[in-house]
């Protein structure tokens, strides 16, 4: 997700910012081109790994190092930014912890950016892709979410309880009526317009580029990277600012996303907080978290304001029989790329998923 860990949301910013969000028109070109929009040159991979899986939705990949493990599979954000938030540099990369930690049969979701031919995909969309999969690793994983990945997750883990044998979700909504949050606000009160516009603007696409200009931005780049890294400020040795660099551009390239899966995340999850109400379609059927049984850990940060912590643990809502959580002292992004914080809460982590 995006790193907006320190502002505050007033009103007034929010719809400045939609109008900037409306006004990105401008700068088009008579072909229909944006010169300003970012080369998107995909992930920088930090970690070793294959590609196993290509589909219109996503792209699986395979970072095992061994086969002598029950396969877990990490499912990132279809959100802002790219799967490279799961292994992003050496020293800040999930992926790479969890391979040291004894999980050795590794996967991950890499959502694709959206284009014309799937434009009209949906959550169900997206679920019908991670369950192809699931059963292209062998039909049954354990599962880590991430943000809006870890929502999925749930929603997934409940439709097919037999696929997922642990979860793990990590700065990850569940009840949003919790505690209010830097996603939640807005869609309390903006109108349907608005995102008709976007909608109209980007041909059916939610474009990142639109997305971005929704949001206010710390006035200080620098420092938001230094905390979604946990490093010195400023960075003093080579390996913090080349990890810094990597950070920026991972944070410059965007994702776009299906109008469809876009409406129907904002209106279910964050206006009418569906996957608390046990009413979330998905794939035929409606969704209830209490039906969950699967063991489930869930990581949050103490500072988050993307996902708060008493979003994302939002235990009486979830009927797990075997629930571990963890607070870890710092905001979103640090939570999947902080220094500290991989070193702290993953090892935790890969050793309860190995029991």
């Not at 219109?56 to 959100?79: C, G, N, T, W």
């Not at 696929?163 to 996603?183: F, H, N, Q, T, Y």
């Not at 993307?306 to 809502?317: D, G, H, K, S, V």
Request: a negative charge; proline letters at 6%.
């Amino acid at each position: 997700m995006n790193p907006w860990d320190l502002w505050v949301w007033p009103w007034t910013a929010t719809m400045e910012a939609w109008r900037r969000a409306l006004d990105i028109g401008e700068a088009e070109t008579e072909s229909g081109e944006d010169e300003t929009r970012p080369s998107r040159t995909g992930p920088e991979w930090s970690t070793a790994n294959r590609l196993t899986l290509d589909l219109a939705a996503l792209r699986l990949r395979d970072f095992s190092i061994a086969m002598d493990r029950f396969p877990v599979l990490v499912v990132a954000p279809f959100a802002l930014h790219d799967a490279q938030i799961g292994d992003l540099a050496p020293g800040h990369s999930l992926l790479d912890t969890l391979l040291l930690n004894g999980c050795t049969r590794l996967h991950l979701v890499e959502w694709k950016s959206a284009t014309e031919a799937t434009r009209l995909h949906t959550i169900d969309t997206q679920l019908a892709s991670l369950n192809v999969a699931v059963d292209d690793i062998g039909g049954a994983v354990d599962m880590i979410g991430l943000c809006q990945g870890g929502w999925l997750s749930l929603v997934y883990a409940a439709r097919f309880p037999g696929k997922v044998r642990r979860l793990v979700l990590v700065g990850a909504p569940i009840d949003i009526e919790a505690a209010p949050s830097a996603l939640t606000a807005p869609a309390s009160f903006l109108s349907q317009v608005y995102t008709d516009e976007l909608v109209a603007h980007g041909h059916g696409l939610l474009l990142g580029r639109d997305m971005v200009a929704l949001w206010p931005r710390e006035p200080d780049d620098e420092k938001r990277a230094f905390d979604a890294l946990q490093i010195s400020e400023p960075a003093t040795t080579e390996t913090e600012r080349r990890a810094t660099e990597i950070f920026n551009r991972w944070d410059e390239r965007t994702l776009d996303l299906p109008a469809p899966y876009y409406r129907q995340v904002f209106d279910w999850l964050f206006r009418e907080n569906r996957l608390a109400s046990d009413s979330f379609p998905a794939l035929g059927r409606m969704i209830d978290p209490r039906d969950l049984r699967c063991p489930l850990f869930v990581l949050a940060g103490e500072q988050d304001s993307i996902a708060p912590a008493a979003q994302a643990f939002a235990a009486n809502l979830v009927g797990a029989n075997d629930t571990e959580t963890a607070l870890a002292p710092c905001g979103h992004l640090a939570l999947f790329m902080g220094r500290k914080t991989l070193e702290t809460e993953w090892p935790r982590i890969a050793k309860w998923l190995l029991k």
